[in-house]
């Protein structure tokens, strides 16, 4: 039987960061090369054959467009190579949730693609590193990876692209999923689904942009005016997130004008700045032209957005229809 055969894109972030002592608390991100990465990975003496491409090697709050069109490219690429059984991106935790829900969106299913990351640098004491990579070449290279969409491998768990959000600045178990939790559980001897395929044989959803249209989030807070949305607005926002407050709430003057953007054309999602909870269609949504993120926090409805924009998709129908999409 051959070993599975992974392509690895780097991009940076804390899994190749160094500290230059085992108990410093600051760190660089992005100082070692996947090279030197995979060659100390290869003494474990994991069953699998990793070409190591290196596409950054940056702090993940670095990482836009530029970077994301690269590794649609190369997975493309990859996808098309029937010698590539699986996709794994080294990156940083702090945009990992975004860019693991843009491919998500615009790749098709038919090959494994994991995001991994690490919550230490590689010379901290407990550093995470090497298992999270061990644990995410396992799944990469199972048969039943595919039909899953990107998936994303965090500490023994394994998250969809679409659930998965950073919950805590430094902890070990930083990531969570929500609506569903973990999909599977994968140590760097096992791995155990928790749920069948559910993205079998899916073409990409959207198709990847030439351009990112302008879609800023408005954070929301006590006592905000009417002035933060008109800023975003003469600024060129071709759509607005609102990370509101609850449930997608916002002070009336706030509501009224994102009411008054999206009937000049401006796409309106209402969010949450809460954590976990869905945001669900309310009786004066019709009338404001607003749509709800369902279970999509600020980022990844941003995306959302981008995406939905740059596609030609205007219809408000049709943008709820994608954001209650699983």
Same mark, same amino acid.
């Not at 791995?191 to 990409?204: N, Y």
């Given at each position: 039987?051959r070993?599975?055969?992974?392509?690895?894109?780097?991009?940076?972030?804390?899994?190749?960061?160094?500290?230059?002592?085992?108990?410093?608390?600051?760190?660089?991100?992005?100082?070692?090369?996947?090279?030197?990465?995979?060659?100390?990975?290869?003494?474990?003496?994991?069953?699998?054959?990793?070409?190591?491409?290196?596409?950054?090697?940056?702090?993940?709050?670095?990482?836009?467009?530029?970077?994301?069109?690269?590794?649609?490219?190369?997975?493309?690429?990859?996808?098309?190579?029937?010698?590539?059984?699986?996709?794994?991106?080294?990156?940083?935790?702090?945009?990992?949730?975004?860019?693991?829900?843009?491919?998500?969106?615009?790749?098709?299913?038919?090959?494994p693609?994991?995001?991994?990351?690490?919550?230490?640098?590689?010379?901290?004491?407990?550093?995470?590193g090497l298992?999270?990579?061990?644990?995410?070449?396992?799944?990469?290279?199972?048969?039943?990876?595919?039909?899953?969409?990107?998936?994303?491998?965090?500490?023994?768990?394994?998250?969809?692209?679409?659930?998965?959000?950073?919950?805590?600045?430094?902890?070990?178990?930083?990531?969570?999923?929500?609506p569903?939790?973990?999909?599977?559980?994968?140590?760097?001897?096992s791995?155990?689904?928790?749920?069948?395929?559910?993205?079998?044989?899916?073409?990409?959803r959207?198709?990847?942009?030439?351009e990112?249209?302008?879609?800023?989030?408005?954070?929301?807070?006590?006592?905000?005016?009417? !002035?933060?949305?008109? /800023?975003? =607005?003469? %600024?060129? $926002?071709? #759509?607005?997130?609102? &990370?509101?407050l609850?449930?997608?709430?916002?002070?009336?003057?706030?509501?009224?004008?994102?009411?008054?953007a999206?009937?000049q054309?401006?796409?309106?999602?209402?969010?949450?700045?809460?954590?976990?909870?869905?945001?669900?269609?309310?009786?004066? !949504?019709?009338?404001? /032209?607003? =749509?709800? %993120?369902? $279970?999509? #926090?600020?980022?990844? &409805?941003?995306?959302?957005?981008?995406?939905?924009?740059?596609?030609?998709?205007?219809?408000?129908?049709?943008?709820?229809?994608?954001?209650?999409?699983?």
């Open positions: 039987m070993h599975a055969s992974i392509l690895v894109l780097a991009t940076g972030g804390t899994i190749a960061g160094q500290a230059g002592s085992a108990t410093r608390r600051d760190y660089r991100p992005g100082q070692i090369e996947i090279g030197a990465f995979l060659a100390e990975f290869a003494a474990l003496g994991v069953d699998a054959r990793l070409d190591g491409r290196q596409v950054a090697n940056i702090d993940s709050a670095n990482v836009g467009p530029a970077i994301w069109r690269d590794l649609h490219e190369g997975i493309g690429a990859a996808m098309r190579d029937d010698a590539c059984d699986g996709i794994i991106i080294t990156h940083g935790t702090d945009t990992a949730e975004e860019t693991a829900f843009l491919l998500d969106l615009t790749l098709p299913t038919s090959k693609v994991v995001l991994v990351g690490a919550m230490r640098p590689a010379d901290a004491v407990g550093s995470d298992r999270n990579f061990a644990n995410a070449v396992r799944v990469a290279a199972d048969p039943d990876a595919p039909g899953r969409g990107v998936l994303l491998v965090m500490g023994d768990q394994v998250l969809s692209a679409r659930d998965a959000r950073k919950a805590h600045t430094t902890g070990s178990n930083a990531f969570k999923g929500f569903r939790g973990a999909v599977a559980f994968a140590t760097p001897s791995l155990d689904w928790l749920q069948p395929q559910w993205r079998l044989g899916e073409a990409a959207w198709q990847f942009p030439d990112f249209p302008e879609v800023p989030i408005l954070h929301c807070y006590a006592g905000q005016d009417r !002035d933060s949305v008109a /800023r975003l =607005v003469e %600024a060129g $926002a071709r #759509g607005i997130v609102l &990370a509101g609850g449930d997608g709430n916002a002070p009336d003057s706030v509501r009224e004008a994102l009411a008054e999206a009937a054309g401006v796409l309106v999602v209402r969010s949450s700045r809460v954590d976990e909870g869905l945001v669900d269609r309310e009786p004066d !949504d019709n009338a404001n /032209r607003f =749509v709800a %993120a369902r $279970a999509l #926090g600020p980022a990844k &409805a941003r995306i959302l957005l981008q995406l939905l924009i740059a596609n030609g998709v205007s219809d408000l129908g049709d943008v709820q229809e994608a954001f209650n999409r699983r």
